[in-house]
């Protein structure tokens, strides 16, 4: 069994499709540990509640320097002993120890197709402003390997999603979310628990 251990900020739409693709099959051998907010408000900490699963809040609002919440942060994560941590719109800048810690076991999902659109300042709604605002056609989500870059490291799955004449950002959004993230998240985390991800440098294989 992998345990994944979720990380989030808000709604945790991209949570509900991990819990839901656990209990429906889509996602196997895995087991959610927990779920670590920065945000005590997020609505995400309650579908972990409903759920059953174990959650908590680390806020840096709780803590005097950047550096204790890191500490605490990563404290927080090595208490549920994951194999592999899934960041689902988790919004907050992954301490630089956590990194080095969980090379090649942690996983975010991008709202575009890297590496367009991402980077710093690309998170959330901002994403598909620009990417409106640039007049592309073709959007898309991207699942990747977490290393010290912002949306460098190693991709995993990408899936591309078409605009539509009178999008706004909001509508774009939920239509990457629908089309694109709530599949290749769970479908990425069920080949990682399956030992199919394999990465060879900056890249990875898919066996
Ligand atoms: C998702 O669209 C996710 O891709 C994005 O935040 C949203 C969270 O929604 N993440 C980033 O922009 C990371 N750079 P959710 O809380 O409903 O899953």
């Known amino acids: 069994m992998l345990r994944i251990a979720v990380m989030v900020s808000g709604?945790?739409?991209?949570?509900q499709a991990i819990i839901d693709?656990?209990?429906?099959?889509?996602i196997t051998n895995t087991e959610i540990v927990g779920v670590i907010s920065n945000n005590r408000n997020?609505?995400?900490?309650?579908?972990?509640?409903?759920?059953?699963i174990p959650s908590l809040c680390v806020?840096?609002?709780?803590?005097?320097?950047?550096?204790?919440?890191?500490?605490?942060?990563?404290?927080?994560?090595?208490?549920?002993?994951?194999?592999?941590?899934?960041l689902a719109g988790f919004l907050v800048v992954i301490p630089p120890a956590m990194i080095q810690k969980y090379r090649n076991r942690m996983i975010n999902i991008h709202p575009s197709l890297i590496p367009s659109f991402c980077g710093k300042g690309y998170y959330g709604l901002k994403v598909h402003e620009a990417a409106l605002?640039?007049?592309?056609?073709?959007?898309?989500?991207?699942?990747?390997?977490v290393d010290e870059g912002t949306d460098t490291g190693p991709i995993i799955l990408q899936k591309a999603v078409e605009v539509e004449q009178g999008d706004t950002?909001?509508?774009?959004?939920?239509?990457?979310?629908?089309q694109a993230e709530w599949k290749i998240l769970p479908r990425a985390i069920d080949l990682i628990a399956n030992g199919r991800v394999r990465v060879e440098g900056n890249k990875t294989v898919i066996d």
């Open 133 to 145: 605002e640039r007049g592309v056609k073709v959007v898309g989500a991207t699942v990747h390997f």
């Open 169 to 178: 950002p909001e509508i774009l959004q939920r239509r990457v979310m629908e």
């Open 21 to 26: 693709g656990v209990k429906d099959g889509t």
């Open 42 to 52: 997020a609505y995400a900490l309650k579908r972990a509640e409903e759920n059953g």
């Open 11 to 15: 709604g945790g739409t991209n949570l």
């Open 59 to 86: 806020s840096p609002k709780d803590y005097e320097t950047r550096e204790i919440f890191n500490e605490k942060l990563l404290e927080a994560v090595d208490g549920l002993q994951p194999d592999l941590i899934v």
